[in-house]
């Protein structure tokens, strides 16, 4: 089944900085990326997804980059703002019925002003 | 409903006790998630329902839990036989159809074993 590794598990940046988050994942069937933000006592959220027909995409400070031949894909936030602290998980499946999606471990990023 | 509704919220059991965990998806869904989220840990997968095709269960832990899912709707996910371990948050999801489609978590369900 599908394996996914999420680095770094913990990112601390400045309040401006930009902080980007990688994935890598095992199976090569898999299509369909997305990005989960959860805060502290909250339910993940979806934030950004991409899927294996584009590059990247973008949603104003945030991007998703995906290289399939490498089997990565990351996640950009630029100009950070303290209200961008939570965990992130990343998640890989095949676009199709009957696959589950699976998630990374998640990075905890916190944004210091 | 407006989401995926999850009972009970807060769960403490004694060691050795079953325990069910509910299960509301959004109205209309066809794929629904279980998944298990330890003290400031990851979204481990436990298993997935879609429509009427058999539910992958290859992250079930042990054979101490199971879930049902009935008429393509509500699902309950049970633990037999309690242990500390099993002390963790349990997210239910679903979404329009599997893959490729956004999923909706609910707000968990907090099971401590004591």
């Known amino acids: 089944g599908e394996n996914v590794e999420q680095h770094p598990s913990t990112l601390s940046v400045q309040e401006g900085d930009s902080a980007v988050i990688k994935c890598t994942y095992s199976?090569?069937?898999?299509?369909?990326f997305p990005w989960y933000k959860q805060e502290l006592g909250k339910r993940p959220q979806l934030i950004i997804d991409?899927?294996?027909?584009?590059g990247e995409k973008k949603d104003q400070r945030i991007a998703v980059t995906l290289n399939k031949t490498a089997k990565h894909f990351s996640l950009h936030i630029t100009e950070t703002q303290p209200e961008d602290s939570a965990v992130y998980f990343c998640?890989?499946?095949?676009?199709?019925?009957?696959?589950?999606?699976?998630f990374g471990k998640g990075t905890t990023l916190s944004v210091s002003s | 409903g407006a989401g995926v509704s999850q009972s009970p919220s807060n769960k403490v059991t004694e060691k050795g006790k079953d325990v069910e965990l509910r299960c509301d998806p959004i109205?209309?869904?066809?794929?629904l998630y279980w998944y298990r989220q330890s003290l400031g840990q990851g979204l481990e997968f436990l298993i997935y329902?879609?429509?009427?095709?058999?539910?992958?269960k290859s992250g079930l832990p042990s054979d101490r839990f199971s879930a049902e899912r009935t008429g393509g709707s509500v699902s309950t996910l049970t633990i037999q036989r309690t242990q500390q371990e099993d002390s963790a948050v349990y997210l239910c999801?679903?979404?329009?159809?599997?893959?490729?489609?956004?999923?909706?978590f609910g707000e968990g369900s907090w099971l401590t074993v004591v």
């Open positions: 999801a679903s979404s329009g159809s599997s893959g490729g489609n956004t999923i909706y």
């Open positions: 199976d090569s069937a898999s299509n369909y």
């Open positions: 991409i899927r294996s027909n584009v």
């Open positions: 998640a890989a499946s095949m676009d199709q019925a009957g696959t589950a999606l699976i």
């Open positions: 109205s209309g869904h066809t794929a």
């Open positions: 329902f879609q429509g009427n095709s058999a539910p992958d």
